[in-house]
């Protein structure tokens, strides 16, 4: 059974930057597919960013690109999230996710592709 922990939300205001980590236990191998999507209140839980671990393939929402970068750990089952300029429409609960599958480009950011979820960090956007 993978076990998810996220880490690094809080406050920050706008044209801030954090950075989010992602710790998975019980994950073996060198594939699968690790990720983030996000849920702000009264909406939908969204993708924001998705990496593949055996070729470090990325894939972005368009919301995302060019403010967020995602990375892997080369040696611990670890993924970050950095976010630069955040914008106040950023604020949502950030979820870590995680597959053993190893998704084409087209389907890193559904939802339904990912058996492992973690509780969640709070990211807020304001000043």
């Known amino acids: 059974q993978v076990q998810l922990v996220e880490s690094g939300g809080g406050l920050v205001q706008p044209g801030g930057s954090l950075r989010l980590s992602c710790e998975a236990s019980?994950?073996?191998?060198?594939?699968?597919?690790m990720g983030w999507f996000r849920q702000a209140p009264g909406k939908e839980r969204d993708f924001v960013a998705a990496?593949?671990?055996?070729?470090?393939?990325?894939n972005y929402a368009d919301s995302v690109k060019g403010r967020f970068t995602i990375s892997r750990d080369n040696v611990k089952n670890l993924i970050n999230l950095q976010m630069n300029s955040l914008k106040p429409e950023d604020t949502a609960v950030y979820y870590c996710?995680?597959?053993?599958?190893?998704?084409?480009?087209?389907?890193?950011?559904?939802?339904?592709?990912?058996?492992?979820w973690g509780q969640g960090t709070q990211v807020t956007v304001s000043s």
């Open positions: 996710v995680a597959t053993s599958r190893t998704w084409i480009y087209s389907a890193m950011g559904r939802k339904e592709g990912y058996e492992y």
């Open positions: 019980g994950r073996a191998g060198s594939s699968g597919t």
């Open positions: 990496i593949r671990w055996n070729d470090r393939k990325t």
